[in-house]
């Protein structure tokens, strides 16, 4: 089968090979990938700055949907022709996350889903909403299922409240679709007045230049009349005291991405002043993934698709997310 390794360091350093077709185990599953995506901690791993442990040689991506071709011994959840995505963590399947869930994580401790053909656990496996294509579900895994994690699991979000999302990348994307599912008001940031008229498009009430309203924070305070009920925070060190600024008192942030860099001073009094809740994001589990599904479902909600590019076109996938110039998710078609 094929599949791409990385090899070295870049983007260059992706290497397409050729693979023994695997067989699956006990309680496990083996699909015929027909789509992938692609999140920022890939380009993070194919350059060589994740901060995780990653397999040697490892396939990348966490993110891909596909058929089921095969099952192994004691699988009791699935047959044969499902069409179904992986979870980014092999091993969390419910509750809190086991101590060594990320070294399970797809695409990095474990080969991901840039291949022909995956094998999955039948406990990190979870199948697609009806009316999703292969592509569509592979935009759930990482994205999707982070932004359910922080606007639904973390956020709570309710009618009525008020949803700060930050940019409008594959989590953000998602994040305000979610918001809005649950009856929330969305304020987006962005650098592209064109990408805030997307976003608007898309449902959100209100976008703020951040690069000709550097204080952004004030302009969601001011909007808002006090603060916004939570921020879905992509940004990191760069933007995190903004977060904090835009909160009302008592607001959370869902802190996920460090889009600005992994380092930076917070003064914790901030925290304490707003009495926020400040909680990292490390995607979800099988259960949270199945949840979001059967939300999607109910409420015929689509993901919003960038651009698909080829197998034999990967590389210029990565270079495209690279550029920043996207809007939702960048994809990648097998077949």
């Known amino acids: 089968m094929r599949a791409y390794q990385v090899k070295s360091k870049g983007i260059d350093g992706l290497t397409l090979v050729d693979l023994p077709q695997p067989k699956p185990g006990r309680r496990q599953v083996l699909v015929k990938v027909g789509a992938c995506s692609l999140n920022y901690r890939d380009l993070a791993i194919v350059s060589g700055s994740y901060r995780m442990p990653m397999k040697e040689n490892v396939i990348p991506l966490s993110d891909g949907a596909g058929e089921i071709v095969e099952i192994g011994a004691e699988v009791t959840r699935f047959k044969v022709g499902d069409k179904v995505a992986g979870n980014f963590s092999q091993r969390w399947e419910g509750g809190t996350p086991p101590g060594d869930s990320g070294g399970y994580a797809m695409g990095g401790g474990v080969d991901g889903m840039l291949a022909e053909y995956v094998l999955l656990e039948e406990t990190g496996t979870v199948k697609l909403p009806n009316h999703y294509s292969a592509q569509e579900g592979a935009t759930l895994p990482c994205a999707g299922l982070t932004a359910w994690n922080a606007v639904v699991e973390h956020g709570e979000t309710k009618a009525g409240q008020v949803v700060l ?23 987006a940031t962005s650098s592209s007045d064109e990408k805030l008229a997307h976003a608007k498009k898309l449902g959100a009430a209100h976008g703020i230049n951040y690069k000709t309203t550097p204080e952004w924070d004030k302009a969601a305070v001011e909007i808002t009349r006090g603060g916004v009920d939570q921020v879905v925070e992509v940004g990191g060190a760069g933007t995190f005291t ?61 993901p919003v698709i960038d651009k698909v590019f080829p197998f034999a076109d990967v590389k210029t996938a990565f270079h495209h997310l690279q550029s920043q110039k996207h809007v939702g998710k960048v994809l990648i078609a097998l077949g």
């Open 242 to 302: 903004r977060s904090l600024g835009a909160i009302k008192s008592g607001g959370k942030i869902s802190l996920i991405g460090v889009l600005t860099g992994p380092q930076g001073e917070t003064n914790p009094m901030l925290i304490l002043g707003k009495r926020a809740n400040v909680q990292g994001i490390s995607v979800g589990s099988t259960q949270m993934f199945e949840a979001m599904n059967r939300a999607i479902s109910v409420n015929a909600m689509k």
């Open 165 to 187: 999302v930050q940019g409008t990348g594959g989590v953000s994307i998602f994040a305000l679709q979610f918001a809005r599912m649950f009856g929330a008001e969305v304020i």
